[in-house]
């Protein structure tokens, strides 16, 4: 005990007097009313790290005795002090905190010396590192923090290094030696070790000597950013005079992000074509329009997508299909007339224009029966005329078709008018 207390009065740095006192109320602080538990010393070495005394619970003091009150097994003139005569009730056994057998136990002098009251701990440091995993490309480089943590009112600076390397990595410190931070950068070559490692960084301040750990990746090279284009459906087909659509799709490789502008080459004359969006960076809608004169055939369109000097294509498969032709239709109203000799009757002949017709049309009339004439005005007609029939007299009576033909160059159609003369 006497060099126990030369221990602490080196740490204090200064003379004690009488520790008893101290220890005694170190002891109560630990203890407490009924004793810790995890300073047991039945527990070996199972024992709690942070006590400070090791609390003896097992065994007695014995103390001989010879008379028969309070002593037990005293027939051969020697017994031992008891509360009872009958049996064994030691008056000194050990127990949970303070006893008469153990006192306050045995003591752990490091811990001890470390609580006495006026026991400054020594100037320390721990080091931590965030992140402490880091992952790095070969040809790449990533960082991570080493955060001194000062301990005990430590002030003093660390120098860094580090430990555990992969072939082809190198480590560079932003500050070393450095009191607070440091960044530390893992740089791989081209050819580095692909793999995971823990590297250790160690710090040197003086006689201390801590050390933090960061797990190291090192990946294969990233493969450069790219994208494809596509197209669905990849064909179309459809009249002169219309119009067909593709989606357009643009898929990002190993991290493309960009947009893409689209455009498109080889159509035939007569079709456009656009994109909406465009420039896209996921879809764009392809309009391909046709006139109706466009071009008919099958064509393969070429869809370009260009991002910076990225250009990648594909192909649409195009096939215009003649539209219909011009053409026209005729009707009348009324459909028939009656018409009393030596009189006229009127019908409008109305020309429906059909696929874009343009042209005028020429009428005539045929089956009219003896004494009828017919006439049209206009003619040519471009949308109606008026076909006037004048009865004679003399006309026949009776009711009979009428022809009505309409001709525009190679175009022909007729309708039926029927006329009841009397």
């Not at 004793?35 to 527990?43: E, I, Q, R």
Request: aromatic residues 4%; proline residues 6%.
């Amino acid at each position: 005990m006497a060099g126990v207390q030369a221990l602490i009065n080196q740490k204090t740095g200064s003379r004690q007097g009488n520790p008893n006192p101290t220890l005694y109320k170190l002891a109560s602080t630990e203890y407490g009313v009924g004793g810790d538990g995890a300073c047991n010393s039945t527990l070996g070495n199972a024992v709690a790290q942070n006590c400070t005394f090791y609390d003896v619970t097992l065994g007695d003091m014995a103390v001989g005795c010879t008379t028969n009150n309070n002593c037990y097994d005293s027939a051969d003139g020697t017994g031992v002090l008891s509360t009872s005569n009958s049996t064994l009730q030691p008056a000194f056994a050990a127990a949970n905190g303070w006893d008469f057998a153990t006192g306050i136990g045995t003591i752990n002098v490091a811990n001890l010396v470390a609580s006495w009251p006026g026991s400054a701990p020594s100037p320390d440091f721990s080091l931590s590192a965030g992140p402490s995993g880091v992952t790095v490309a070969q040809g790449n480089s990533g960082n991570s923090t080493i955060t001194v943590n000062p301990v005990n009112g430590f002030a003093g600076t660390v120098s860094l290094s580090a430990s555990g390397l992969p072939n082809g990595v190198t480590v560079s410190f932003g500050t070393n030696p450095t009191a607070t931070t440091s960044l530390v950068t893992f740089t791989a070559s081209a050819s580095a070790t692909t793999g995971t490692v823990t590297v250790t960084i160690n710090g040197i301040s003086g006689a201390l000597n801590h050390s933090t750990t960061v797990s190291l990746t090192v990946n294969t090279s990233a493969p450069p950013q790219d994208f494809t284009v596509s197209a669905a459906p990849s064909s179309l087909s459809f009249n002169q005079g219309t119009s067909g659509q593709s989606i357009v799709t643009v898929t990002p490789v190993n991290g493309f992000s960009g947009s893409v502008s689209l455009t498109a080459s080889g159509m035939p004359t007569g079709v456009t074509a656009s994109f909406s969006p465009n420039p896209a960076a996921a879809t764009s809608t392809l309009l391909l329009s046709a006139s109706s004169t466009a071009t008919v055939g099958t064509f393969t369109i070429t869809i370009t997508g260009i991002s910076g000097n990225l250009s990648h294509q594909t192909p649409v498969s195009l096939t215009i299909t003649p539209g219909p032709q011009p053409d026209f239709s005729l009707s009348d109203s009324p459909t028939s007339l009656n018409i009393a000799r030596g009189s006229s009757g009127k019908s409008t002949i109305t020309v429906t224009r059909l696929n874009g017709f343009s042209s005028s049309v020429s009428l005539s009339a045929s089956g009219l029966p003896k004494g009828v004439m017919a006439s049209f005005s206009p003619n040519p007609a471009t949308t109606s005329s008026t076909l006037t029939l004048k009865v004679a007299k003399s006309a026949s009576i009776g009711t009979v078709n009428i022809s009505i033909k309409g001709t525009s160059g190679p175009l022909s159609h007729s309708l039926t008018l029927s006329l009841t003369t009397h």
